[in-house]
């Protein structure tokens, strides 16, 4: 039966990107392909540059997307907004229910969240491997008590999304970026909102510092990689319209897209020698030095956050493993080295856009 697919977050750096590389990806055959927007301008820009059918509604309003979703017949949902909140997701669930009950046809929603969530930030277990397949892992993630109040809201959204889909009937998909770095391909952000914390703290200091002791992990991957894990996980969605067969969902749906991971004392110091080496006095240098409390304040002013919070941005410990990923065929083209041996490019790229 013909698929229609709606993407969220058209204009953000993974939904840009993802939008870009849709004509090239050789998707199996769906009916049609629907772009959630804010803007007249927005919509002129998905329709002309990538061929989809743009929707203004707001996300948030419980009737305008049942209208949306609905009216539209549509049966996948990739959702790429609000990684914090559940209100929106549980809008765009109910409604794919209702297309259910309609059809008869199998609905699918994936809910974008963060490697933040999987993290010390969030309570998550971090001392030992935690793979993105472990049949434990909505288990885990129930009992996650996170040491910032304001990080338990995403772990509760990523249940909420399971048990919402559960609820209803719709098979659900977690999918989980990473600290994602390259160039966008979309008509709007083109990057990443974590490399940037780094060098919008140093560029306020004059030198990058670490937030934390020893030596830290946090898995790492390229924009186009991230963008090949949504494509592949949409194929098997849509693949001879076998419903998804194969593609784990629901509380065995988890998908990290990672292809490794690096210690941020590694990241830390390639991004201080790129921004030192530029010869525009971002920084007075390119050594990285511990943050105490006084300097903790000044990133804090400069990311706009309190001082306790500048780790969550540019710190702490995720030893979150791809593996799901490989079970599906996703084979990422770059290795977690290559975000340290691209720095120059990614700090090029940051202050030629920071705002």
């Given at each position: 039966m013909p698929r229609n697919i709606l993407i969220t977050g058209a204009?953000?750096?993974?939904?840009?990107?993802?939008?870009?590389?849709?004509?090239?990806?050789?998707?199996?055959?769906?009916?049609?392909?629907?772009?959630?927007?804010?803007?007249?301008?927005?919509?002129?820009?998905?329709?002309?540059?990538?061929?989809?059918?743009?929707?203004?509604?707001?996300?948030?309003?419980?009737?305008?997307?049942?209208?949306?979703?609905?009216?539209?017949?549509?049966?996948?949902?990739?959702?790429?907004?609000?990684?914090?909140?559940?209100?929106?997701?549980?809008?765009?669930?109910?409604?794919?229910?209702?297309?259910?009950?309609?059809?008869?046809?199998?609905?699918?929603?994936?809910?974008?969240?963060?490697?933040?969530?999987?993290?010390?930030?969030?309570?998550?277990?971090?001392?030992?491997?935690?793979?993105?397949?472990?049949?434990?892992?909505?288990?885990?993630?129930?009992?996650?008590?996170?040491?910032?109040?304001?990080?338990?809201?995403?772990v509760n959204t990523n249940n909420a999304v399971i048990e919402q889909c559960e609820l209803h009937g719709v098979k659900s998909y977690v999918f989980i970026p990473c600290i994602v770095y390259g160039k966008g391909e979309g008509f709007g952000n083109v990057i990443s909102i974590q490399t940037v914390a780094i060098v919008k703290a140093a560029k306020a200091l004059r030198r990058v510092y670490r937030t934390d002791e020893g030596r830290p992990t946090w898995p790492v991957c390229?924009?186009?990689?991230?963008?090949?894990?949504?494509?592949?996980?949409?194929?098997?969605?849509?693949?001879?319209?076998?419903?998804?067969?194969?593609?784990?969902?629901?509380?065995?749906?988890?998908?990290?897209?990672?292809?490794?991971?690096?210690?941020?004392?590694?990241?830390?110091?390639?991004?201080a020698a790129a921004l030192a080496k530029r010869g525009d006095n971002v920084v007075a240098d390119a050594r990285v030095e511990a943050a105490d409390s006084a300097v903790l304040e000044k990133m804090g002013q400069a990311l706009g956050c309190p001082a306790d919070f500048v780790a969550v941005h540019l710190g702490g410990n995720c030893t979150f493993t791809a593996k799901h990923g490989e079970e599906i065929g996703w084979k990422p083209a770059h290795s977690p080295e290559h975000i340290l041996e691209t720095a120059e490019d990614e700090v090029a790229l940051i202050l030629e856009n920071l705002n």
């Open positions: 204009s953000g750096y993974l939904g840009g990107t993802l939008l870009a590389r849709w004509a090239a990806a050789d998707l199996p055959p769906y009916s049609k392909l629907y772009a959630l927007v804010r803007t007249g301008q927005q919509a002129e820009a998905v329709k002309k540059q990538y061929g989809a059918e743009p929707l203004l509604f707001d996300p948030y309003d419980e009737a305008a997307v049942r209208r949306g979703v609905v009216e539209n017949r549509i049966t996948v949902v990739f959702h790429l907004i609000d990684a914090f909140k559940s209100d929106s997701q549980v809008h765009v669930i109910k409604a794919l229910a209702e297309v259910k009950k309609a059809t008869g046809q199998t609905v699918h929603f994936l809910h974008t969240s963060g490697a933040k969530i999987f993290s010390n930030h969030a309570g998550a277990p971090h001392d030992r491997e935690l793979r993105d397949n472990d049949p434990d892992l909505y288990q885990i993630q129930k009992h996650q008590q996170a040491p910032h109040e304001v990080m338990q809201t995403p390229h924009v186009l990689d991230n963008t090949n894990l949504y494509l592949d996980i949409l194929r098997r969605i849509l693949a001879d319209g076998r419903e998804g067969e194969g593609l784990g969902s629901g509380r065995n749906g988890y998908y990290l897209a990672a292809s490794g991971s690096v210690a941020w004392d590694d990241l830390y110091a390639a991004m």
